[in-house]
């Protein structure tokens, strides 16, 4: 595994912090619990994008891109981070947002992550949910190079080989820091969505012949196709790296049961892990993925998933931000339209 061969642009604040969280291990009666600040990246408010971003727009710089293009749901992590990371290397940013919860509510429509792609400088353009997003990205490539620019398209949640590279290099932060401190992880627990993430770590993992056990937290999809999606994009990350004989299906485990009504949809359990974070250790999770994500860890723990001794890590990949567009659901009374 040799990720030097990647031109990689500095973009974010790294290695992110490993902390422990001392009043929800005693609370929820163990495992011992930590977190990995991945919502410190930086970056605009940070989150788990700009690690892949390091490595997509090292690509789009080396095409000599002059603006780049993505895709993502209204409260869009991904679009937010993509507009910044083109902001501070002097490209222009086009965003395609694709209506995937029906919220008429204008702090959801606006505000959040909204707010900052405008404060970026990104242009935006709507689209209906259900929409071919990669479809309608290359259409306006397509009209952009018609107008003598240059465009680079990042994949929705740039969850590519090259996207992906970023959570292979998490994975080998994360294992020397565990080895710095002593602490020997049983369990590493995140929300999953575009794959990206998962896939990096799982090759990443492997190829460091870590016996850390991965666990993602389903945010969109089934079970099934989730673990496919994973798989799938953990196999080509794998041989983009030029790694030997793949990586083991079984390494690759999605824990779908907590998405509720759909993507981006409150649930009762994301709103208790938000508070509960919140008002435990002073930590902002988000409602999207990371509060889902929390919500599966600490239903698992109640159901004794865990041994108390085992140390599980939860990956917070950021997203606060969204909170903005989601008042609603912690209560404050909504803004239509
Ligand atoms: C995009 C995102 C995820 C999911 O990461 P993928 O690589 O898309 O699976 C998790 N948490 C937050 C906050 C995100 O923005």
Redesign the pocket.
Same mark, same amino acid.
């Given at each position: 595994m040799d990720l030097s061969l990647f031109p990689r642009i500095a973009l974010g604040h790294f290695p992110t912090p490993l902390e422990p969280m001392g009043n929800l291990t005693a609370l929820l009666g163990g495992p011992r619990l930590w977190v990995k600040r991945d919502d410190c990246t930086g970056l605009s408010s940070g989150? #788990?994008?700009t690690r892949k971003l390091e490595y997509l727009m090292a690509e789009a710089v080396a095409t000599r891109a002059d603006v780049v293009i993505t895709q993502g749901a209204t409260q869009s #992590?991904?679009a937010r981070q993509t507009a910044a990371a083109a902001a501070k290397l002097g490209m222009k940013c086009h965003i395609l947002l694709e209506d995937r919860t029906g919220s008429t509510d204008a702090d959801y429509t606006d505000n959040g992550n909204v707010l900052l792609n405008r404060l970026h400088g990104a242009t935006v353009e709507r689209h209906a949910g259900g929409t071919n997003m990669q479809q309608q990205m290359e259409q306006v490539a397509e009209r952009l190079r018609g107008n003598g620019a240059n465009p680079y398209v990042v994949p929705g =949640?740039g $969850?590519t080989p090259l996207g992906a590279l970023g959570y292979v290099n998490a994975a080998i932060e994360l294992v020397g820091q565990a080895a710095a401190r002593g602490l020997k992880i049983d369990y590493l627990v995140h &929300? +999953? =969505? $575009? &794959?990206? +993430?998962?896939a990096g770590l799982v090759a990443g993992l492997h190829g460091l012949n870590s016996d850390i056990q991965l666990l993602g937290i389903g945010t969109r999809a089934p079970k099934e196709k989730q673990e496919a999606m994973v798989y799938d994009l953990a196999c080509r990350t794998a041989e983009h790296l030029r790694m030997r004989g793949g990586v083991p299906r079984e390494m690759v485990v999605a824990n779908c049961d907590y998405v509720g009504p759909g993507y981006g949809i409150p649930t009762p359990g994301m709103v208790e892990a938000v508070e509960l974070l919140a008002r435990t250790e002073g930590l902002l999770l988000?409602p999207v993925? $990371?509060g889902k994500g929390m919500a599966g860890l600490i239903d698992l723990i109640r159901k004794g998933r865990f041994k108390t001794t085992d140390n599980v890590v939860f990956l917070h +990949? =950021? =997203?606060s931000v969204a909170l903005f567009g989601y008042g609603e659901a912690f209560g404050l009374k909504g803004s239509q339209g």
């Open positions: 989150g #788990n994008k #992590n991904h =949640g $969850s &929300a +999953t =969505g $575009s &794959a990206g +993430t998962q988000d993925y $990371s +990949t =950021g =997203g």
